[in-house]
Each structure stands twice: as structure tokens, then as C-alpha cells.
Nanobody, 124 residues
Framework: QVQLVESGGGLVQAGGSLRLSCAASGRTFSVYTMAWFRQPPGKEREFVAAIMRSSTITYYADSVKGRFTISKDNAKNTVYLQMDSLKPEDTAAYYC?????????????????WGQGTQVTVSS
């Protein structure tokens, strides 16, 4: 089993920055892809960014490209999301996700392990 613990959410003004962290424990050798999704209030969960565990290949949603950066530290089994130039529309619960099945990278169906979520609120 893989367990995920997220941290780093909070309240920030528009234009500010936050860094989310997701630490994984357990059978982490079985992980192929690490990702962040978010769920704005009243909306469905959506893809934000992903990174392959065995390489530095990254994927981003168009809405965050150029503002958010996903990175990882395999030695610490941790994935990060650096969020810069935050906008009020970035307000959401952010979820860390891991895939042990090589599923579709930008779909919630491609991930079988989820964190508990951390709230990010961007004020205008």
C-alpha cells in the first residue's frame, strides 16, 4: 500500500506563490506517475500537472502552464507543486495522486492512490 500526505496549502493574494508537497510512504517502488489535480468549489476534479517517477518528463494543464512547476525528489518519495502568479481561479482543493498502473496521465481514471487534499485559496 502507498500512503500520501499533502501539505503547503493556504490563503494567498493574487500574484503570490505557494508550494505544495506530497510525501509518499509504503510500496513506492511501484509508482509510475505522480500528479496534482484540483477541484474548484462546485466543479469536477481536474488535471493540473504530472511527472514521471523514472524521468523528468512533465505534463501541464494549459491553464497553469508557465505559472506552475511540478518536481520530485525520489530519495524522499516526495512530489512538489510550485505555484507562482496565482489567480483567484486557482482556488481549489488540491490533490496529490500516484499511478501504479501507467493509466491515462491527464485523467483521474489513471490514478489509484490519492491524498486527502489541501485547500488553496487565492484572494483578489
Amino acid at each position: 500500500q502507498v500512503q500520501l500526505v499533502e501539505s503547503g496549502g493556504g490563503l494567498v493574494q493574487a500574484g503570490g506563490s505557494l508550494r505544495l508537497s506530497c510525501a509518499a510512504s509504503g510500496r513506492t517502488f511501484s509508482v509510475y506517475t505522480m500528479a496534482w489535480f484540483r477541484q474548484p468549489p462546485g466543479k469536477e476534479r481536474e488535471f493540473v500537472a504530472a511527472i514521471m517517477r523514472s524521468s523528468t518528463i512533465t505534463y501541464y494543464a494549459d491553464s497553469v502552464k508557465g505559472r506552475f512547476t511540478i518536481s520530485k525528489d525520489n530519495a524522499k518519495n516526495t512530489v512538489y507543486l510550485q505555484m507562482d502568479s496565482l489567480k483567484p481561479e486557482d482556488t481549489a482543493a488540491y490533490y496529490c495522486a500516484l499511478s501504479t498502473t501507467l493509466g491515462p496521465i491527464k485523467s483521474i481514471n489513471g490514478y489509484d492512490k490519492w491524498g486527502q487534499g489541501t485547500q488553496v485559496t487565492v484572494s483578489s
